[in-house]
């Protein structure tokens, strides 16, 4: 079935930023250069991985329909974000196609998460690893969810977390669908750091330029590999 719509997740790099003069996003363009109206986006800054697989399968099941016509581009985020539901309507009026509203928890910004960190990391706990199986295990659910119903999608790291050494989650790590994630070894991040496409010295978001830059790689590898319908 040949798509007409984009679905986005995933965090920051997904959203405008108007603030500082970005008025647009690699999801943006990438659906521009597609061809593909924007059916629904529901990346939001800081957002972790386990609400990005839990509100696309979420919004997929509300609205077949307009599943079966969509394009799934999916900016994996960090381990190190920690999503969960709320009784307070947070930022529902952003979302108002979910009804479930998430707020996240992030050790670089928490002071009380900070806390819980380092009690972990007293006892025993390897954080490395622990972002490691969030990442992983959300990638795995979700690719398994668009493969099961056949969406054709993309997925990408956004951030780039800590090398896998422990050969268990390497194990795993190889059964990500490779053909369906591009560059697993790198991240969003580190193309526009690479290459100076950041806002500023002090902020690694892209500018402009970073968002078309990798819109136009990821249009190219969608392409070059056959994924705008599921094979």
Same mark, same amino acid.
């Given at each position: *079935? +040949?798509?007409?719509?984009?679905?986005? /997740?995933?965090? %920051?790099?997904?959203?405008?930023?108007? $603030?500082?003069?970005?008025? &647009?996003?690699?999801?943006?363009?990438?659906?521009?250069?597609?061809?593909?109206?924007?059916?629904?986006?529901?990346?939001?800054?800081?957002?972790?991985?386990?609400?990005?697989?839990?509100?696309?399968?979420?919004?997929?099941?509300?609205?077949?329909?307009?599943?079966?016509?969509?394009?799934?581009?999916?900016?994996?985020?960090?381990?190190?974000?920690?999503?969960?539901?709320?009784?307070?309507?947070?930022?529902?009026?952003?979302?108002?196609?979910?009804? *479930? +509203?998430?707020?996240?928890?992030?050790? /670089?910004?928490? %002071?009380?998460?900070?806390?819980?960190? $380092?009690?972990?990391?007293? &006892?025993?706990?390897?954080?490395?690893?622990?972002?490691?199986?969030?990442?992983?295990?959300?990638?795995?659910?979700?690719?398994?969810?668009?493969?099961?119903?056949?969406?054709?999608?993309?997925?990408?790291?956004?951030?780039?977390?800590?090398?896998?050494?422990?050969?268990?989650?390497?194990?795993?790590?190889?059964?990500?669908?490779?053909?369906?994630?591009?560059?697993?070894?790198?991240?969003?991040?580190?193309?526009?750091?690479?290459?100076?496409?950041?806002?500023?010295?002090?902020?690694?978001?892209? /500018?402009?330029?970073?968002?078309?830059?990798?819109?136009?790689?990821?249009?190219?590898?969608?392409?070059?590999?056959?994924?705008?319908?599921?094979?």
């Amino acid at each position: *079935m +040949t798509v007409s719509k984009m679905f986005i /997740n995933g965090c %920051s790099f997904l959203t405008f930023r108007p $603030r500082e003069g970005i008025n &647009t996003h690699c999801g943006i363009e990438l659906a521009k250069q597609m061809n593909l109206d924007i059916a629904d986006n529901l990346a939001g800054g800081g957002r972790g991985n386990k609400r990005l697989s839990f509100t696309t399968k979420v919004w997929c099941e509300k609205f077949p329909e307009k599943a079966k016509q969509c394009f799934f581009l999916i900016g994996s985020s960090s381990g190190t974000r920690v999503d969960y539901p709320t009784k307070d309507g947070y930022k529902k009026r952003k979302f108002p196609s979910l009804d *479930m +509203t998430f707020r996240t928890y992030s050790p /670089n910004k928490d %002071s009380e998460c900070q806390t819980f960190w $380092r009690y972990l990391m007293r &006892t025993g706990a390897d954080v490395d690893q622990m972002t490691q199986v969030e990442t992983l295990d959300n990638i795995l659910n979700l690719q398994y969810y668009f493969e099961l119903k056949r969406y054709p999608y993309l997925m990408y790291h956004t951030i780039s977390d800590a090398e896998i050494k422990n050969p268990d989650i390497k194990l795993l790590y190889s059964k990500i669908n490779q053909k369906r994630f591009f560059r697993s070894e790198s991240s969003h991040i580190d193309f526009v750091l690479e290459n100076a496409l950041t806002i500023s010295k002090d902020d690694p978001h892209p /500018n402009t330029q970073g968002h078309e830059r990798w819109a136009t790689m990821l249009r190219e590898y969608i392409d070059d590999n056959n994924l705008r319908t599921f094979q």
